[in-house]
Structures are given as C-alpha cells and as structure tokens.
C-alpha cells in the first residue's frame, strides 16, 4: 500500500512560469517532510523540507506548503528554469521513534519538464 | 559537503553471482541505508542501519543483505543475483538524532544481471 503518492509522472513547465509539484499520504503519524530533485545518472539531492507543525516554508525560488487536514504537500518553483528539469521525489517520516523513525518514504516521483 | 561514494557506477554480473556494492560517507554520519530505484516505483528501502554492526530490514530486504563493520561503510550483498535485480542502486546517510532527517545520497551504481 503506498503511503506517499505523487499521482503526476509527469509535468512540463514554460520557462520563467511556476511549476507545482503535488504529494499525497495517507499516514497521519507523518511528521515531517521532504523534497528531493534528481538529474539522471546522479543520486537525488535535497531539496526543502517542512515540519508537521508548520504548513509553508520557502528557501529561495522553492516553496513547499503544506496542508494536513487534506494530508497534501506541493513545491512551488518561481520562476522555473531548465535546470530544474529533473525528477523531483517527496519523502515522509513517521513520528514513532525508535529504529523505525529513521526511515523516509519516498514518493515515486514527477518528472519535471521546464521549457525554453 | 557531506560525500557520498560509491564503490562503482556501473556493473555487469551473472545470474547467481554473489555481488557486493560498497558505499563510503566522510561525514562521521551515524545512519546509513540502501535503496534500489526502478521507473515507475521510486525509491524503495532495502535495508538501513542505525550504527556500526546494526542493521534493519527495509521494505525489500529479500535476496539481499548487508553488512557495516565500520563506522564510514556500509555494504549491500546479493546472495545469488537475479535478473529482477537488475536496478540503480542508491546508498545514503544521515547524522543520527533528531537534529535533521535529510538523508545524502551516493550517485548510484547501475547495476545488470544477466
């Protein structure tokens, strides 16, 4: 049962427009959030992250909201730019501590296509 | 920066061979894991450890195990490889506590069986 979605496989973007990038859970226990992008033939790359106790926060061009009672986070890009084409993955953490609470959840990530 | 390695970027292995990819982090992180990524399903975790000589079974732990001697390294073992096995493999760290979730990622081994 996959517990973090990213129904979009897929999403391209004109250049200098905002990109939206959407993910779903289903599991209240997550705590805490995070985006990573990856180019091909390279390991995935932090991105932003968000706390449960928050529901935005912003590091330069990258925003991620998020929204609990819809169990729902996005990433905004503003502007996008064709270095942003890559595929981006959501991750989740489980509240519980113990051996458990070190593992992510990854989303199967949206393919993010920025054009020129 | 935190670095990384991995001990390969692409290998080629026969069905039934035993494999072994290595992965190396300099940062002195206490947490280390290993996922495999195919098209279509992501990321998923095969096994992770929480520090030297631990390890936990991931979501995909079958034909595989692990091994962490040392602090910095953290093997990934395929018993008898298969063709399903075929995939990029990732390994990450992160430090230990609860002072950040943020894992590093290696830049992957590709891996065949044939």
């Known amino acids: 049962d996959q517990q973090v979605k990213q129904n979009s496989p897929s999403l391209s973007v004109q250049e200098g427009r905002i990109s939206i990038l959407n993910c779903d859970y289903t599991n209240s226990m997550f705590d805490y959030f995070l985006w990573y992008k990856k180019y091909p033939a390279e390991g995935p790359t932090f991105l932003i992250s968000i706390s449960s106790i928050k529901d935005k926060n912003e590091d330069g061009r990258f925003t991620v909201f998020l929204n609990k009672s819809a169990k729902h986070l996005s990433l905004h890009i503003v502007p996008s730019q064709p270095g942003d084409s890559a595929v981006y993955f959501c991750?989740?953490?489980?509240?519980?501590?113990?051996?458990?609470?070190?593992?992510?959840?990854f989303g199967k990530g949206t393919k993010l296509s920025v054009i020129p | 920066d935190v670095k990384v390695t991995q001990s390969s970027r692409y290998l080629v292995k026969r069905t039934g061979e035993k494999v072994f990819l290595e992965c190396v982090q300099d940062?002195?992180?206490?947490?280390m894991f290993w996922y495999r990524q195919d098209p279509g399903l992501g990321l998923r975790l095969i096994y992770f450890s929480y520090d030297v000589k631990m390890k936990e079974k991931g979501d995909i732990p079958e034909g595989y195990s692990v091994s962490r001697e040392k602090k910095e390294r953290f093997s990934l073992i395929l018993e008898s490889a298969s063709t399903n096995q075929t995939s990029m493999y990732l390994c990450a760290s992160r430090v230990g506590g609860t002072s950040s979730y943020e894992q590093y990622f290696g830049p992957g081994t590709r891996l065949t069986v044939t």
């Open positions: 940062m002195d992180h206490e947490n």
């Open positions: 991750a989740a953490k489980l509240t519980y501590s113990g051996a458990g609470s070190y593992q992510l959840t």
